[in-house]
């Protein structure tokens, strides 16, 4: 079974960013789309972004322009560089991977991540 290695994660105060990586072992990455979503406690677990294997992306409306989603499909990795972080941002995010985009954006995927806790501090 394939297991997706999320790191990056950490304390930060508003304002500051953060880049989280997924490392994705076992796949023939360039195959599959790609994703990051959230939970923040209490709350509905949230599509955050989504990249293609070609290079498309996705970003929710509440990230748009503050977060970017990129991969290295030569390192087998995928990037979510944060900035602009707010307190709202709070969660647990998690990394995902499917061979059809629909499916991810559906928030759906084949493999998944075990979560990095990301806090932001006003």
């Known amino acids: 079974q394939v297991q997706l290695v999320e790191s990056g994660g950490g304390s930060v105060q508003a304002g500051g960013s953060l880049r989280l990586s997924c490392a994705v072992p076992g796949l023939t990455f360039g195959s599959y789309a790609m994703a990051w979503c959230r939970q923040a406690p209490g709350k509905e677990r949230e599509l955050v972004a989504t990249i293609s294997g070609g290079g498309s992306t996705y970003f929710a409306d509440s990230v748009k322009g503050r977060f970017t989603i990129s991969r290295d499909n030569a390192k087998n990795i995928l990037y979510l560089q944060m900035h602009s972080l707010k307190p709202e941002d709070t969660a647990v995010y998690y990394c995902?991977?499917?061979?059809?985009?629909?499916?991810?954006?559906?928030?759906?995927?084949?493999?998944w991540g075990q979560g990095t806790q990301v806090t932001v501090s006003s």
């Open positions: 995902y991977a499917d061979r059809f985009f629909s499916r991810v954006r559906d928030g759906h995927g084949d493999y």
